[in-house]
T-cell receptor
């Protein structure tokens, strides 16, 4: 009964490939996020969705495309992967009433 | 909303001593300030939070203080234990539910 679950947990792929990371939350939250954590541990927001609508789109290359089929799911598709995309990607959801962000377990992406 | 400065970036303390981590923000509309602990290889998890109408909040060995005038807030951990070793992140959010995180503090508690 994991609250925010994302798959895959580990992903090793070659440069130039296209890959997707999926995220699902069963908390009934309206807002979901994608964060990128690089090797320096910085947590940088990439996208925010509220009820399937894009709210925040930080300076992220067009190769990254989020998709939210419903408010419980927020997937991240990455085209033409580059070495610099290697990072941990965290999905998160937001409890508007409690103002708390809950993170998924992270997806470790390594581009070789 | 994006400018959250966090200091120090690394902190080592002896077991039993106190640890203090400070964050500064710039957005006057920020009204919610959570702190997250991230253990190695794990997800960030909320440990304590404070809202803009409160100056201080305490939960056992951890406490958070907020100075809205100066736009800074701090995490205090007393009687540190080795299991407190982790990376700690401050964050700030406004009514638009935009969360921005500090750059993290790597805390090491030396037994």
């Amino acid at each position: 009964d994991t609250a925010v679950s994302q798959t895959p947990k580990y992903l090793v792929t070659q440069m130039g490939n296209d890959k997707s990371i999926k995220c699902e939350q069963n908390l009934g939250h309206d807002t979901m996020y994608w964060y990128k954590q690089d090797s320096k541990k910085f947590l940088k927001i990439m996208f925010s969705y509220n009820n399937k609508e894009l709210i925040i789109n930080e300076t992220v290359p067009n190769r990254f495309s989020p998709k939210s089929p419903d408010k419980a799911h927020l997937n991240l598709h990455i085209n033409s992967l580059e070495l610099g995309d290697s990072a941990v990607y965290f999905c998160a959801s937001h409890d508007r009433a409690g103002n708390t962000i809950y993170f998924g377990e992270g997806s470790w992406l390594t581009v070789v | 909303g994006e400018n959250v400065e966090q200091h120090p970036s690394t902190l080592s303390v002896q077991e039993g001593d106190s640890a203090v981590i400070k964050c500064t923000y710039s957005d006057s509309a920020s009204n919610y300030f959570p702190w997250y602990k991230q253990e190695l290889g794990k997800r960030p998890q909320l440990i304590i939070d404070i809202r803009s109408n409160v100056g201080e909040k305490k939960d056992q060995r951890i406490a958070v203080t907020l100075n809205k005038t100066a736009k800074h807030f701090s995490l205090h951990i007393t009687e540190t234990q080795p299991e407190d070793s982790a990376v700690y992140f401050c964050a700030e959010a406004n009514t638009g539910n935009q969360f921005y995180f500090g750059t993290g503090t790597s805390l090491t508690v030396i037994p």
